[in-house]
T-cell receptor, first 116, second 114 residues
Framework: GAVVSQHPSWVICKSGTSVKIECRSLDFQATTMFWYRQFPKQSLMLMATSNEGSKATYEQGVEKDKFLINHASLTLSTLTVTSAHPEDSSFYIC????????????FGEGSRLTVL | AQSVTQLGSHVSVSEGALVLLRCNYSSSVPPYLFWYVQYPNQGLQLLLKYTTGATLVKGINGFEAEFKKSETSFHLTKPSAHMSDAAEYFCAVRGTGGSEKLVFGKGTKLTVNP
C-alpha cells in the first residue's frame, strides 16, 4: 500500500514554543491530507482537512491560529502547534487520500507531542 | 451525516478463539466502510474496506467483515485469534462523495489471552 511518513515521531518542548510536524506521502501524490488528534484511549478526532495550494478547512472547535496547517506541495503537509501548552500534548496523526473513488486513507505513524 | 458505533470498548478472547468486533453505522446513503488497526504509539493500518460489490470482504491477517445493509452492520471477525492480534481496532465510515470525511468509531481494544 501507499506510504505516509510523519516526522518527528516524538517531540518534547517547553510551554510557549512552537512545534512543526511534517506529513509526507512517499510514493503518491496527495491532493488532500487530513490531520487528526488522538487523546489517550480515545478515538481519532479530525482537526482539519488540508488541500494542496489552498487554505485548510478546520473542524468546529479547532483553533486555526493555534494549529497552523500548510500544504505547499502534493507530497507534504505540515502542522505547526504555535505557543504550545501542556493541554496541547497529544498524539497527532496525519493521513493522505490516494484516489477519490474509494477515499481510502493511508495513515502516518503518528507524532507524540509532550509539552512541559 | 455518517456515524459509527462500536459495541464494546474492550473485548477479550483466548488465543485460538473466534474474534468478533461489532460495528454499526448510520448513513443516509450507502457508505464506504473500513476497519483499521492501531498498535500502541503507531498510526493506523487498513485491515479491510467495503466500497461496492461483494458484501463479504477479506482483509489482511486473516480478518474479514460482512456488510449487512439490512442490519446497518459491518462486524469484523477472525476465526482464530493470535497473540499478535492484540491491538485497538477502529471502524470507520464515509459517504461516497469525493470530499466526504472519514468518521471513526470510538475503538475496541482487543486483548488476546494465552
Amino acid at each position: 500500500g501507499a506510504v505516509v511518513s510523519q516526522h518527528p515521531s516524538w517531540v518534547i518542548c517547553k510551554s510557549g514554543t512552537s512545534v512543526k510536524i511534517e506529513c509526507r506521502s512517499l510514493d503518491f501524490q496527495a491532493t488532500t491530507m487530513f490531520w487528526y488528534r488522538q487523546f489517550p484511549k480515545q478515538s481519532l478526532m479530525l482537526m482539519a482537512t488540508s488541500n494542496e495550494g489552498s487554505k485548510a478547512t478546520y473542524e468546529q472547535g479547532v483553533e486555526k491560529d493555534k494549529f497552523l496547517i500548510n500544504h505547499a506541495s502534493l507530497t507534504l503537509s505540515t502542522l505547526t502547534v504555535t505557543s504550545a501548552h501542556p493541554e496541547d500534548s497529544s498524539f497527532y496523526i496525519c493521513s493522505a487520500r490516494q484516489g477519490v473513488d474509494t477515499g481510502e486513507l493511508f495513515f502516518g505513524e503518528g507524532s507524540r507531542l509532550t509539552v512541559l | 451525516a455518517q456515524s459509527v458505533t462500536q459495541l464494546g470498548s474492550h473485548v477479550s478472547v483466548s488465543e485460538g478463539a473466534l474474534v468478533l468486533l461489532r460495528c454499526n453505522y448510520s448513513s443516509s446513503v450507502p457508505p464506504y466502510l473500513f476497519w483499521y488497526v492501531q498498535y500502541p504509539n503507531q498510526g493506523l493500518q487498513l485491515l479491510l474496506k467495503y466500497t461496492t460489490g461483494a458484501t463479504l470482504v477479506k482483509g489482511i491477517n486473516g480478518f474479514e467483515a460482512e456488510f449487512k445493509k439490512s442490519e446497518t452492520s459491518f462486524h469484523l471477525t477472525k476465526p482464530s485469534a493470535h497473540m499478535s492480534d492484540a491491538a485497538e481496532y477502529f471502524c470507520a465510515v464515509r459517504g461516497t462523495g469525493g470530499s466526504e470525511k472519514l468518521v471513526f468509531g470510538k475503538g475496541t481494544k482487543l486483548t488476546v489471552n494465552p
